[in-house]
């Protein structure tokens, strides 16, 4: 076996310019497969994390996926709110800790504006239990002032002291506008690859006050309250679209929850985030696999350039071959040679492309953090990702049986019959 293997690497080197490009292409596809099965955890990992350490949102009693949909990622609209009665008798459950208030509805050039308290700065998490942190200026604390998303900001190119305004519905359309009530950007939140990157932060009070003067989603004809005049009006808020409810002990979120589901004030529901998150994640399965697929394809592609190099490399090695043969080496040897030679190539390209793997994860993993809130890690290979690395090799060295099964079959006679 060793003078095989002594044999197998000479006669590769002698080749080494064309087997390097069939090492590059396993190595680029290894990379490829397992770079995409460790995006696609880490993407889902994310996904899952775009609301950490809250035990249970609460609003009125529909749809869970829906209340996810709206209250944690701002999309489509909330079929009835909940009052803001019921949001101080779950303030003052024995069992909450804290609540933040989430009130939506309003837009700014197609993004989401959000009304909420100070709770919001305070308890809400993403990620691994992250913060949310200012990159510039302050929280509000005025009626009008606003807090920016870090996309809304850079997307949009403002910047602290400038004054902007809101308008009644979503989309791009501003078709009810709050023109005489504008707002200062006092803040701009850190990048966080969530949902609140793209969202204007305003204070529940303000939400009311751009809407005194508003009736059934339009302005009450003939009445304008001024901006200054706001303050002299009771802004608390008369209902919200949902709550983020943080617990005192994590024991106690199945009692609160059918506590939520009794409630006998009006009909509320309380949905596990982990829980909505994984079932909304579902939709989105399809998308990933087709994904992998498209990676094993390219791995196969790559695995099929070596069996076509090596099968095309036979005919200028018949004579060597057949030398072989004549001194002694018997078909068995061919065949475990050239199969030795496949395998080499493929555990090659495969330690070449996990070098790669590792490379790109680290040269990249900061910049995915900052920029899109991805969390790739690179650590040890994960279960299936060893599992997808064997698969590899399996394949390959399978594939090279292919080439060395036809030179199995190859006469003494032909190898040494010259070419005409």
């Known amino acids: 076996m060793k003078y095989l293997i002594a044999l197998a690497a000479r006669s590769a080197w002698n080749r080494r310019a064309t087997l390097s490009l069939v090492v ?128 809304v900001a850079e997307h949009l190119g403002y910047r602290l002291g400038e004054r902007i305004t809101l308008a009644h519905g979503s989309g791009e359309l501003k078709l009810n506008e709050h023109a005489d009530k504008p707002f200062t950007v006092v803040g701009i939140l850190a990048r966080t690859g969530t949902p609140v990157d793209r969202t204007v932060h305003i204070g529940l009070a303000a939400m009311e006050a751009i809407h005194l003067d508003w009736q059934g989603g339009a302005p009450i004809p003939g009445m304008s309250i001024p901006e200054q005049y706001v303050s002299r009006f009771d802004l608390t808020p008369k209902n919200v679209t949902g709550v983020l409810l943080g617990l005192k002990s994590r024991a106690a979120v199945f009692a609160m929850q059918r506590y939520v589901g009794n409630f006998r004030d009006e009909p509320l529901m309380a949905v596990l985030p982990g829980v909505a998150l994984a079932q909304l994640w579902q939709l989105l399965s399809v998308g990933e696999q087709a994904l992998l697929a498209v990676s094993a394809l390219v791995v ?96 390959g060295c399978l594939a090279s049986l292919l080439p060395g099964l036809r030179a199995y079959r190859l006469s003494l006679a032909v190898g040494l019959t010259p070419r005409v």
């Open 24 to 151: 590059v292409s396993i190595a680029l596809s290894v990379t490829l497969l397992l770079g995409v099965e460790r995006l696609r955890n880490d993407v889902r990992e994310s996904f899952a994390q775009s609301v950490s350490g809250t035990d249970l949102v609460v609003g009125a009693r529909g749809s869970p996926l829906q209340l996810m949909l709206y209250t944690v990622f701002h999309m489509g609209e909330a079929t009835n709110n909940m009052d803001w009665s019921s949001v101080r008798k779950l303030t003052a459950h024995p069992a909450v800790d804290w609540v933040i208030p989430l009130s939506l509805g309003d837009s700014h050039h197609g993004y989401p504006v959000l009304a909420t308290d100070q709770a919001y700065f305070d308890h809400f998490r993403y990620g691994d239990r992250q913060t949310l942190r200012l990159a510039q200026g302050r929280r509000f604390s005025a009626i009008f002032d606003a807090v920016l998303g870090a996309e």
């Open 300 to 395: 196969a592609v790559g695995l099929a350039g070596l069996v076509a190099v090596v099968l095309a490399g036979l005919s200028e090695r018949r004579r060597e071959l057949a030398i072989l043969r004549s001194v002694g080496a018997g078909p068995r040897h061919v065949l475990a040679l050239l199969t030795l030679e496949g395998l080499a190539l493929t555990l090659t390209g495969s330690a070449l492309g996990l070098i790669l793997l590792t490379g790109l994860t680290l040269g990249l993993a900061p910049w995915l953090e900052s920029r899109y809130g991805l969390y790739i890690h690179a650590g040890n290979l994960s279960a299936e990702e060893i599992k997808l690395l064997a698969w590899v090799i399996g394949v």
